[in-house]
């Protein structure tokens, strides 16, 4: 059997396991493991096995993952989205789709705090889709904003997804997130921007001016404080040197806790909740690590990735060309598989490839630069049909909305997305500039 039948075999059985609704995790821990006996037998696979976790979990870096999660909990559960939508819609309420642009506003605030797009997604749901209904809006513009504004939670940091990329790539968590700043604020002004011009080009998705929303004043605006002081601590933290990423997200955790208990708004019900479900994502999450470690493993001792990246150089492709055409990959593969198992499966086989390319930066800055434009694609397949997890989030919450209405709802910002990336695509300045004040 040739290593190119095998590693086809290896991705069929990864697809099939998750075509009949095997957990991802499980399916790459399976695929990987059938390679692997194929090519070793049981002595090595066992001998790799006994030192994989040890050796996966055993680093440092990987405690900041719950620590933001657990952050993201305490902002959800203390109330702290629906102030950030009252203040939004308090200063876009006077704007012909004002509600729809305030749910994008609270979303990325959210998002600073959260690192989630699911967890964006359906909180900011929860307080803006009852909000957005009563004053007229149609079910597509509302869940079609709601899932594009979820995908916020991993363009503005802290993210998950650009967490794992630097563990994966050994590169500075510090300044992926300094990278991914200007891109996120960008696919904020670009998603309401598209608001905008849809309202006004399809009739009948949202009302005109409504002067019934609150206007702004001090009260909402005090609302915010938390936020914006919970942001200045841990990043002002983390970029003006005074702690690592990992600490900044531990101080992170207790200042959102601590703004959760002031708000008077957490249970102890509340608390104990906040701890369940991060210990459920966090070990999702790691068995995922788990899964595309044996994958990428077995896909390594084919041969096939290191073939592949030789196969590429030969073609005399330009080096935009190729990220070009694996950006696109991604889009495809989202249809299939959610952003983190994207990241952890594809990475170890694509970054040495891209580090091969000569882009006329220097190399960290080409790490940094892919890092931030694969962030971009996989929050594109939050949204894309026929899967697109954001909109499936929102639907499920919006029960008298179609599905295919919400697919509808999102195509103004997949355009948004397509623009920004092809942005950030031909101009990686627009990523790096803010790395350069990060130590």
Not at 126 to 138: N, W
Not at 388 to 417: C, H, Q, R
Request: aromatic content about 12%; hydrophobic content about 55%.
């Amino acid at each position: 059997m040739s290593a190119l039948t095998l590693c086809l075999i290896i991705f069929g059985v990864m697809l099939l396991l998750m075509a009949i609704r095997v957990p991802i995790a499980v399916a790459m821990f399976s695929a990987g493991t059938l390679g692997y006996l194929i090519q070793t037998g049981w002595g090595p696979y066992s001998n790799f096995l006994n030192n994989l976790a040890f050796a996966r979990f055993a680093s440092y870096d990987l405690s900041v993952i719950p620590l933001f999660i657990l952050m993201g909990h305490f902002a959800t559960q203390g109330g702290i989205s629906k102030a950030l939508f009252q203040f939004a819609a308090s200063v876009m309420g006077r704007f012909k789709g004002g509600l729809a642009m305030a749910a994008v506003l609270a979303s990325a605030a959210f998002g600073s705090i959260c690192g989630s797009s699911v967890a964006t997604a359906a909180t900011i749901t929860g307080v803006a889709l009852p909000e957005m209904k009563r004053h007229g809006y149609s079910g597509r513009l509302s869940t079609g904003t709601l899932a594009a504004g979820g995908t916020l939670g991993i363009l503005i940091p802290p993210s998950v997804p650009l967490v794992i990329y630097a563990i994966l790539t050994e590169q500075n968590i510090a300044k992926l997130f300094a990278a991914a700043m200007v891109p996120g604020l960008i696919a904020m002004l670009g998603y309401m921007i598209a608001i905008a011009i849809y309202v006004r080009v399809v009739p009948g998705q949202a009302p005109e001016v409504d002067d019934s929303i609150e206007k702004f004043s001090m009260a909402a605006m005090a609302g915010i404080v938390p936020i914006a002081i919970i942001f200045v601590i841990v990043f002002g933290g983390i970029y003006g040197g005074f702690f690592t990423p990992t600490e900044g997200a531990g101080v992170g955790a207790a200042s959102t806790f601590v703004a959760a208990l002031l708000k008077r708004e957490i249970t102890w019900a509340k608390f104990k909740e906040c701890f369940y479900a991060t210990a459920q994502s966090s070990a999702m999450i790691f068995m995922i690590f788990i899964g595309a470690d044996v994958m990428n493993s077995s896909l390594a001792l084919t041969q096939v990735p290191n073939q592949l990246a030789t196969v590429v150089g030969g073609w005399g492709l330009s080096p935009l060309m190729v990220v070009t055409a694996i950006l696109l990959f991604y889009v495809v593969l989202g249809a299939v598989m959610d952003e983190l198992s994207m990241i952890l499966l594809t990475i170890p086989i694509f970054f040495p490839m891209i580090m091969g390319l000569d882009f006329g930066m220097t190399q960290e800055s080409t790490a940094i630069w892919f890092g931030i434009m694969v962030l971009m694609t996989v929050g594109f397949g939050m949204l894309a049909p026929p899967v697109g997890l954001n909109v499936y989030v929102v639907n499920s919450m919006a029960k008298d909305v179609p599905i295919s209405e919400s697919y509808k709802g999102v195509m103004p910002f997949l355009i948004s997305d397509t623009l920004r990336t092809a942005l950030l695509l031909f101009f990686p300045g627009i990523s790096l500039w803010l790395i350069q004040y990060v130590g």
